[in-house]
Structures are given as structure tokens and as C-alpha cells.
């Protein structure tokens, strides 16, 4: 067996301590697969005082990342803190110095994914980031590899596990948003600031990462349209089901004729789909291929272990020194704008219960090109009633014109929700 493979981990928080756990566990058949010993030889974090749940030898402790990309006996770097400032950094500098990078920072990558890979080639070193995009779940390595022969029409899925963990609980037992998220807080499910979970912006990253690996496209996160999911109410969940649909947190990206689709939004999918099944923290991914037809990818998408099992994949394939470099070939793209789009929607308001009211918002719709599929009057509180429409696709730009002009109804009292409808 060839010489250790020295690593060095920058982020001792619960992705760090769960590469050293699986490592410890699974040392042997690691060393097997790799064809040589991995050997952590540094873990950089600015706290070291913390516990945590392994126990590593003092001396490999530091508190200054620039310790390990100094290390020229270190050919590894895993960086695993989160966030792009100073992580984007300590990966120019580890590829600088001419070391190997592996991450699972789904921000950095989406966002500077184009900068890391043009300075990794220049070097000559690999960079891979599997565990950025649904945790165990191997979906960058079959973008890569397993449907290399594909043209990919679409990919689509629930790649966030704290909304989906929040939507399914909404859903199963009929609680409240804010309720379900304080539970998740205290099951490790949501962060104490839950932000980037619930108003999308997780999600948007691996969007942007999926789409780059699958269509070889300089994503710009800016130009992502993405939504989260903190208007989602209980009677949402309830009119949806009464429909035959679920509503669920999906990740978009399509390839339309060379333009690029890429969005993330509250979702009405139908009860029938696959995805509909997918509840708690669990992730599922669908790709749509040329010769491939459809296939989804389902597990845990996030977790110290999980995580860390994409993490030491990529490790692995390192130190395969047979292995090419991956440098995805990224080309300038367009990403349709909302006003391009067209969509399905359901909408939820609120009007006074008199006659003419139905009339009055068909006409509107009428005006903007807006076909009604199914208009449903729910609870009636006094004179106040709840009306569910579903509409047929529309332009996207038609719609909120619409929507803006039946919201100045003199009977409509709210417009209290309007939420996209696909996958049936």
C-alpha cells in the first residue's frame, strides 16, 4: 500500500466531526477502496474549546487555517465551514499552494464555482464537491459520469431537508408553520436562524450547482428566482390536498432550447408523484435525460454522517491518481427572467359573499389572458368567503398584472396566497 494520504480539515463543526467519525469507523475499507491510508494530519477551527462528539489528539489542533495551507506535508484540504468569507479564500490559497480541494459549501461553489475550477486547472490540482448538493446522495458524481451520454432536458427535486422536514410535518399532522419550525430548532433540523432554509436561498444554491454540472453553465446565483416557504399556511396544505395535490419545496433547472431555466419555489405536485412520498429531512432528485429517460436519486440530504460520506467519496477519488481532473467547462448562459416564464398556478383569497364577485375576477382574468381550470368556495366566516382557483398556464408577467388589478376588487377583502402548480 502506498504512502498516507495526509489530509488537512478546515471547520470542526458537525460536518468536520463527522469526516473524523467516519474515517475512525470506517478506516478499513476507506484505506481499501483508496489504496492507501488517509491520515488526517491537521483540524483548523477558532474554537477549539467547544465540545464535540469525537475526540481527536490535541496536537492536531489549530486555530488558523493558514497553518494547514502552509503544511507542504499536507495534499489535502477539506473545507467544511460554510459560507463564502473566508472560505473562498482558504480554497484559492490550498489551490495556490498546490493542494487538492474537497468542500461541501454549497455557497461558495455557487457563487465562485467558475473562479475555483479556472485557478484548480491552472494548478493542476483536483477540486470536487459532492456533499454540496443532497448530502449521501451521489447526484454530482451521475451528472459527471453516469449520464455523460445524456443530453439532460430537466432536473428537479426537493433538495433542502428543513422545509421539506416542515412541509411534511404541516402536512402528515396538521400543524402550523411556526409551530413545526420551533420543533425543528429543537431536533437540529433547523439553525437558530433559519433564513437560509425557509426563504430559499439553500436551495438556490444547489440549483445553481446542479445546473452547472449538468449543462456546463456559468450560473450567475443573482439571476436565480427563488422562494421560500414562510407563506405557506395549514389551509394551503388543506385546499391542496382536498385537490389531490401536496405542496413541497422544489429545486428547478431546465435546459429550453439553450436558455436556461433555473428557479426555486413552493410547488402543488400531485399526490400520485414520487416526489409526493418524500418526508422529513429526506431529499429526492429527479433527472430527465435523452437516453436515460427519468431517474431519482433519494436519501438522507444532509447530516454530519451523510455528508461526510460524499466528502470522503471525493477523497477517495483523489487520491485514485488515474483519475482526470474535473474542471467543468462552463459556458456563458441566459437564465430566463420571471417575465419569460409560464406557469400553472393555485390562488387563494378571500371576497365577500355576494353575487357578481366570481364574475368580476373571471373577467379579469379574461382581460390578461388567464384561463380558469377550477374555482372552489371554501369556508364561509359572516359574509366573507374562501375562494380556491386553479388556473391553466400563463405568462408569468400576465398573471401578477392579473393578480394586481383582482386585488383592487372592490369585494375581494385578500389575496391571501398564490403558489405554482406542476408535477402532476
Known sequence: MEQPVKIGLIGFGTVGCGVVAVLNDNKDIISKKAGCVIEIAKIADPDLERKRPVQVDKKLLTKNAEDIIADPSIQIVVEAMGGTDPALKYILSAIEAGKHVVTSNKEVIAKHLSQITAAAKNKGVKVLFEASVGGAIPIIAALRRSFSANKISEIYGIVNGTTNYILSKMTNEKRE????????????????????????????????????????????????????????????????????????????????????????????????????????????????????????????????????????????????????????????????????????????????????????????????????REVLQKETVGDIATVVIIIHAVNERDFRQAMELISKLPHVTKVCNTIRVGME
Open 177 to 372: 408553520f411556526e409551530d413545526v419550525l420551533k420543533e425543528a430548532r429543537e431536533k437540529g433540523f433547523a439553525e437558530a436562524n433559519p433564513k437560509n432554509d425557509i426563504e430559499g436561498y439553500d436551495a438556490s444554491y444547489k440549483a445553481a450547482i446542479l445546473a452547472a454540472v449538468a449543462y456546463g453553465a456559468d450560473v450567475k446565483w443573482e439571476d436565480i428566482r427563488f422562494e421560500g416557504i414562510a407563506s405557506i399556511s395549514l389551509e394551503d396544505i388543506k385546499y391542496a390536498g382536498e385537490i389531490g395535490y401536496v405542496i413541497k419545496l422544489l429545486a428547478i433547472a431546465k435546459n429550453e432550447g439553450g436558455v436556461m431555466d433555473i428557479r426555486v419555489h413552493p410547488t402543488l405536485i400531485s399526490a400520485n408523484h414520487p416526489l409526493a412520498a418524500v418526508n422529513d429531512e429526506y431529499n429526492a432528485i429527479f433527472v430527465k435525460g435523452n437516453a436515460l429517460g427519468s431517474s431519482m436519486f433519494y436519501g438522507e440530504g444532509a447530516g454530519a454522517r451523510p455528508t461526510a460520506s460524499s466528502i470522503i467519496a471525493d477523497i477517495i477519488e483523489i487520491c485514485d491518481t488515474g483519475a482526470k481532473a474535473y474542471y467543468p467547462a462552463l459556458n456563458k448562459i441566459k437564465i430566463k427572467s420571471l417575465d419569460e416564464g409560464s406557469t400553472r398556478y393555485y390562488i387563494r383569497l378571500k371576497a365577500k359573499d355576494t353575487p357578481g364577485v366570481l364574475a368580476s375576477i373571471s373577467g379579469i382574468f379574461g382581460q390578461k389572458n388567464v384561463s380558469i
